[in-house]
């Protein structure tokens, strides 16, 4: 064959094996047999062999599955991937078509609406039509990139069609899962392999997903439905949500072919009905479905509250519930010393998963319910939240000793309970001195959205305390292979791996450390909007409660809740040795509060940015009210400076303009959004 001739072959093989995932994965209407797919496939692999300068990252070979990765990298979202508040009961769905009809000053609103995958949120991004991105949704903020492990799902396209009206950048959000049929033969396979089984459809999905080989992720049938999508400015976009969906599916995404237009609130609440009916029936799970504001200029101006779009809304399924008999009542204790009754329970399966335990909450839901042991209870469980005992169906024998009573003792550490009159929750009062306290507070330290070390699970943090190898979170920066040596189930690679994890984990963000340290009331999201205000965690330290209340969404509970931590004198030893221990963040530059945000600024932008184009940078800032200009001045407010950025830099340290990265950058977006 010519050199001419064989690209061209293999051109055509591309195109028709794309061709023919897309009618077998995406539309479910395959055209040829198994055989002669196979047939084209190991053309174009023979092929690619013997011509490996020939292969291209949109070649369908790839999805077999590239090498190993040691890590995933993690990625800044263009845009931040959010949560969708929830409606359980037709209440909220009233309230929530009320407040849009108010905000927008209609009586009625066109809605989109569609099923909620219960799967995995994942980004995708194109350039130029090329797939060269993914990545988890993660914090919403920063996920982790699976590009390889994405590759192998057929159902997205490598490459988006020619001519099909796409912008020079695409981005495409949506959920990957698995189907029912794909989940039922993978655990007969696992099963007969002796490996581990899955509960359901979205632990499998996200078992195959975070694999660090892709190759395992290719022999794992995924697939990926679309729901939403953004484009570089170069695009002219639709005007209406319903038709972002048409131009996804145009361009060979999968999408959800229960999705519909309606009006109203009836119209929301008879697609519910409609999705509920048929919700059995289905190929893939779903846990509610989605309403969205139709119109995208209502849904700008509807705009965002905190972490979530005041334009959509989860219509939630009622969570799945099934009786079980109450073997004893636990007492856990928490991270902040709470204790919680937990009921121990004769295992049962109730919402895709095994379950053993089931929260009572507190004391007084115990007596309201009326639980004792011997009982047969209802128990609940939605998706990732904590099963929990509803109400009793059917009394047990109900002798003496079945009744529960919160100990005055704390069955661990043996400090006093305590349980103030506001409150409903008895508390250990041992605080760090109990074992639990300290483990539960490592624990979350290390968690994945807070300083995320890899390996320090349950089973190794019981040891750390039991051992009194670790006290407090600055302790596991001295930890080194010899002290974990002599722990159980530690081969040495694996404390290689822990000691390397716990290092890593010293380069954090502010936000992430003010998370970690576990301050009652300060979540995630409060700590991103303490370390965007403040900028250093001194300040923060050193901020009285009028101080701290300028924060959005920080009010007195929370401002008392941080001076309590400050006050104490072990909290700050342990940011200082955190300090010590080389725990560094990158001091964000903070808002000025009065000023604040993007609108009216002028920016320049110098330099490539790690996670986006700088025309799409531009788009950004001009979408929000901000202005980009070509060259620095006196008068210019930020330079956001990139990877090899010139002169520009220059000029704007000697002029002392402030210079932020692209993290800042998003950062000062969000907070404009
Ligand atoms: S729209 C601003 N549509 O639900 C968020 N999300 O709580 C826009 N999800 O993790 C999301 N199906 O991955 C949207 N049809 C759907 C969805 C959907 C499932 C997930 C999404 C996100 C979560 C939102």
Redesign the pocket.
Known sequence: MTQRALRERIVRLREEIEYHNHQYYVLDTPEISDAEYDRLFSELEQLEAAHPELITADSPTGRVGAAPLAAFDSVTQRQP??????AFAIEGVEAFDRRVCVALGRSEIEYAV?????????SLVYEHGLFVRGAT?GDGYTGEEVTANLRTIRSIPLRLPAGCGAPSLLEV???VLMLHADFGSLNQRQQAQGEKVFANPRNAAAGSLRQLDPRITAGRKLTF?A??VSGSEDWVAPEKHSQLIDFIEKNGFRV?QE?AVVCGVAGLLGYYERIGATRADLVYD?????Y?VNSLAAQQQLG?VAR??RF?I?HKFPAEEATSVVLGIDVQVGRTGALTPVARLQPVFVGGVNVTNATLHNEDEVQRKDVHIGDTVVVRRAGDVIPEVVRVATPGPRRATDRFEMPALCPVCGSRVVRSADEAVARCSGGLYCSAQRKQALLHFASRRALDIEGLGERLVDQLVEQNLVRTPADLYALDEAALAGLERMAEKSATNVVAAIRKSRETTLARLIYALGIRNVGESTARDLARHFGTIEAIEQADAAALQQVPDVGPVVAQSLAEFFAEPHNLQVVHKLAQAGVRYAPAEPQRAATGGVAGKSFVLTGALPGMSREYAKALIEAAGGRVVGSVSKKTDYVVAGSEAGCKLEKARTLGVTIIDEQQLQALLVSSG
Do not use: H, Q, T, W
Not at 81 to 86: E, P, Q, T, V, W
Not at 286 to 290: A, M, N, R, W, Y
């Open positions: 991937m959010l949560s969708l508040n929830n569609g099923p909620k995958f219960d799967g995995l949120a994942i949704r959000r949506g959920e439905f729901y939403d959800a999705r779903i846990d509610g479905v989605v969205k965002f979530a779009p959509a989860a």
